[in-house]
C-alpha cells in the first residue's frame, strides 16, 4: 500500500531525525543540473518517482547495532559528500518518545537533493582555480526566478496528476524519467533557467537589471498558509514592474503548493524485517532482481557485515585523492583491490563478498590502506597525476607488491624506477580493456612467482606474459617511433616522466609546455614572415605539417607551471636566451647541438634532432 506526505512534511521529519539513511544506501552522487531539473519537474507537475522507505523500531537498530547516516545538508565539492554517521544508540525515553525510525531504501538522491534545496547550500569550485587554492570555492543555495515563464500554462495552484495512483504501476529509481536515472527531466526553454544555485550577491546584482527576479527557493517553508505568501505577494509591486507581477505572484504560489499543499511524494512502507530480508528488497529495487554488480549496491553488502566499511572505504578514496595534485579513485577501485590483494577474484559481484572474505579485509584494513595510501604517495612523487593516467587498474599491481613486500617496499630507487616503466607502459599499450580482470589475474600470479624468489621489482618479471587481447609489456623500437606521432595528451605526458626522472613532482605543479609555442604556429604575422632554411616559402601544406607536429613529444617539454606562465608565447630562441645558464641546464632537456638553429623557420630539423636525442634516452630506458 502506498502512502503520500508533502515535500514539506519529509524535509521536517529528516529535521527531526525521523527520517535516515541505511549504511547500505549508496553515496550521494548529483549535481547542481541534477537538482535543478527535479525541482523544475515538481514544479511542472511530471512524475518524479516512488520512494521505498523502511519503518524499523529503535530498539531493533540499537539492538542489531545498525549504521544509520544522516542526509547531507550542506554539500561541498572541496570537502566530498559524506553523510555524518548517526551516534548510537538511538534515544529512547519520554523527550524522545517516537518508538519508530523510518530508513530510506529507494529515492535518497531525490530526497538529498529536496533537503539541499530547502534547507542547506552547495559549496563548489569556481573556474580555472586550483583543488588547493582556498579561495577556489564558493557556497550557493538554491534560488527560483519568480519572473520565468515556464510555468504559464500550468497556474497559479494548478495541479497536474504527478503521482502514482497507488495500484503499484510506478517504476522504482533505477527506471525512472526523473534525474535518479541521469536523465533531463524539463522540457521548456532551457535558456530561462528558472532554477540556479547563486550567492546571494550574484542573486541582488542580477535582481537590480530587472530581468530576473531571485527567490530564495528555502524562504518557502516559513509561510504557513497562503494568506501569509499573499502578503508577500502584494510587496511586489513595490519592486517590480506592473506587468511582470503576476507571473512573480503565480510563480512564488505554485512553488508553495507543489512544496507544502501538494503530496507529492509517494512511498511504500516496510514494516520491521532484519537487515537481511531488506538488503534483499534493496537490491531487487536497485537492479530489477538482476545479478547485482555496480559497486554502489556493492556497499550494501560490504556494509551488512561490516558496520565501519562505509566510512573506512570513504575515508580511503577521500585522503588518497587529496594527495598532491588530486586523484580520482573511487570505492570501486577500494572494493577491487582489497580482492586482488586477498588473491581473490577481482570481479565486482556480490557472490564474492562472502562473510569470509569481508572479515578478511576487516582485520587486514589498516595494512591495506597503508599500502594503498604509499602508493599513491609513490605516483604523486613519479609525476603521475589524473591529468594523465589513463587507467587506474594499472596501479593495482603496485599496491599488491607494496603489501606483500612491506612499508620498505619503495625504499629501494631501481625499484621505483622499474615500477614506474611498468606503470607507463601498461598505459601506453592498453594492457587493460575489456579483459581487465584477466589481465590483472596473470600479472598477479607472475608477482607472486617472482617475489618470493627475487624480493626487488623488476619489469622483467611480467614481460614474458602475453595478455589476453595478444598485447604484451615489451617495448620494441617500433612501439617508441609510434610514439612519437602521438599529440599532446595523457600519454605524452606519461612518456615525459620517463625522459624527466629527476625532477620534484611532488613538490609544485609541472605542466607539458609547447618549446616553439603553440600560438607561433597560426599566426600569419608571424608565419608570413618565415622563409624556409633553404630559401623556399613557407606553404600551406607545410603549415599544415607544423600544425600536427607542434603537438608532438620533440615539441614538448616540463615545465614548472610558474616558469610555464612567464614563458607565455615567447620563441623558443627568445625564452632560452633569457634564462639563467643554471635554470636552463636544471629545466631544459634534449637540446639538439647548438649548430642546429632554434629559430622558427628551422622547426624540422630542430624536431627531427630533438626526437633522435629522445628516442635514444627511451631505447636506453625501455630496451
Not at 213 to 239: E, G, M
Request: hydrophobic share 40%; aromatic share 12%.
Amino acid at each position: 500500500m502506498y502512502h503520500t506526505k508533502t515535500i514539506a512534511d519529509v524535509i521536517e521529519e529528516i529535521g527531526e531525525s525521523k527520517i535516515f539513511l541505511p549504511a547500505i544506501q549508496r553515496k550521494y552522487v548529483w549535481d547542481v543540473g541534477q537538482i535543478c531539473n527535479l525541482m523544475d519537474s515538481v514544479m511542472r507537475g511530471y512524475p518524479f518517482g516512488t520512494f521505498l522507505f523502511w519503518k524499523i523500531q529503535k530498539q531493533d537498530v540499537n539492538k542489531n547495532n545498525y549504521a544509520l547516516y544522516e542526509f547531507i545538508r550542506s554539500y561541498s565539492e572541496k570537502d566530498g559528500n559524506n553523510n555524518k554517521k548517526v551516534s548510537m544508540p538511538l534515544t529512547v525515553s519520554a523527550e524522545f518518545p517516537e518508538a519508530y525510525i523510518t530508513a530510506v531504501l529507494d529515492g535518497q538522491q531525490r530526497l538529498t537533493s529536496f533537503h539541499i534545496a530547502l534547507k542547506g547550500d552547495i559549496t563548489v569550485k569556481e573556474p580555472h582555480k586550483r583543488y588547493n587554492d582556498p579561495n577556489a570555492y564558493v557556497t550557493k543555495e538554491l534560488y527560483f526566478d519568480l519572473l520565468c515563464k515556464n510555468y504559464e500554462k500550468i497556474g497559479a495552484g494548478a495541479i497536474k496528476e504527478a503521482s502514482v495512483s497507488g495500484e503499484g504501476e510506478e517504476p522504482s529509481d533505477y527506471e525512472q524519467i526523473g534525474a535518479d536515472a541521469n536523465e533531463e527531466t524539463s522540457v521548456g526553454d532551457e535558456s530561462e533557467a528558472p532554477f540556479d544555485f547563486l550567492t546571494e550577491t550574484s542573486a541582488c546584482a542580477e535582481n537590480d537589471d530587472d530581468t530576473h527576479f531571485w527567490y530564495k527557493v528555502k524562504d518557502i517553508l516559513q509561510y504557513p498558509d497562503l494568506t501569509a505568501l499573499n502578503k508577500l505577494c502584494r510587496k511586489f509591486s513595490n519592486k517590480l514592474d506592473e506587468s511582470v507581477v503576476d507571473i512573480a505572484c503565480d510563480n512564488i504560489t505554485l512553488l508553495f503548493n507543489r512544496i507544502k499543499t501538494e503530496k507529492l511524494i509517494n512511498y511504500f512502507e516496510i514494516c520491521g524485517g532484519s537487515l537481511d530480508s531488506v538488503l534483499d528488497i534493496f537490491v531487487r529495487v536497485n537492479s530489477a532482481g538482476t545479478v547485482l554488480s555496480k559497486t554502489d549496491l556493492l556497499f550494501s553488502t560490504v556494509v551488512a557485515q561490516w558496520a565501519d566499511g562505509r566510512d573506512k572505504i570513504d575515508n580511503c578514496v577521500k585522503s588518497i585523492n587529496e594527495i598532491g595534485e588530486r586523484y580520482k579513485f573511487t570505492s570501486d577501485f577500494i572494493l577491487r583491490t582489497c580482492l586482488y590483494i586477498l588473491d581473490k577474484p577481482t570481479a565486482l559481484k556480490v557472490s564474492l563478498l562472502d562473510s569470509a572474505t569481508i572479515d578478511a579485509i576487516k582485520i587486514q584494513w589498516e595494512d591495506i590502506y597503508s599500502a594503498i595510501y604509499d602508493t599513491v604517495n609513490l605516483l604523486n612523487e613519479s609525476g603521475f597525476f589524473c591529468g594523465n593516467i589513463i587507467s587506474y587498474n594499472a596501479v593495482i599491481p603496485i599496491i599488491y607488491y607494496r603489501y606483500h613486500t612491506g612499508a620498505k617496499a619503495f625504499d629501494n630507487a631501481g625499484v621505483k624506477q622499474e615500477l614506474k616503466k611498468y606503470f607507463v607502459i601498461a598505459q601506453l599499450k592498453q594492457i587493460f580493456g575489456r579483459s581487465t580482470d584477466g589481465v590483472l589475474s596473470t600479472i598477479r600470479s607472475a608477482l607472486k612467482s617472482h617475489m618470493s624468489a627475487h624480493g626487488l621489482f623488476s619489469l622483467a618479471w611480467l614481460q614474458s606474459i602475453t595478455f589476453p587481447s595478444g598485447t604484451n609489456l615489451v617495448c620494441s623500437p617500433n612501439d617508441i617511433d609510434e610514439w612519437f606521432m602521438l599529440e599532446k595528451g595523457e600519454r605524452t605526458f606519461l612518456i615525459l616522466t620517463l625522459l624527466y626522472p629527476n625532477i620534484k613532482y611532488s613538490r609544485v605543479q609541472f605542466h607539458q609546455d609547447h618549446m616553439h609555442p603553440y600560438s607561433a604556429f597560426n599566426k600569419k604575422s608571424i608565419l608570413s614572415k618565415v622563409t624556409l632554411p633553404d630559401g623556399s616559402p613557407l606553404t600551406e601544406n607545410k603549415i599544415k605539417d607544423w600544425k600536427r607536429k607542434r603537438n608532438t613529444l620533440p615539441n614538448l617539454q616540463i615545465l614548472e607551471g610558474h616558469d610555464n606562465q612567464s614563458k607565455k608565447d615567447l620563441p623558443l630562441d627568445v625564452w632560452l636566451k633569457a634564462l639563467p645558464p643554471a635554470d636552463k641546464a636544471a629545466a631544459v632537456k634534449y637540446l639538439p647541438p647548438a649548430t642546429v638553429s632554434l629559430s622558427l623557420n628551422n622547426f624540422d630539423e630542430f624536431w627531427e634532432e630533438r626526437k633522435k636525442l629522445m628516442e635514444a634516452e627511451l631505447m636506453k630506458i625501455l630496451i
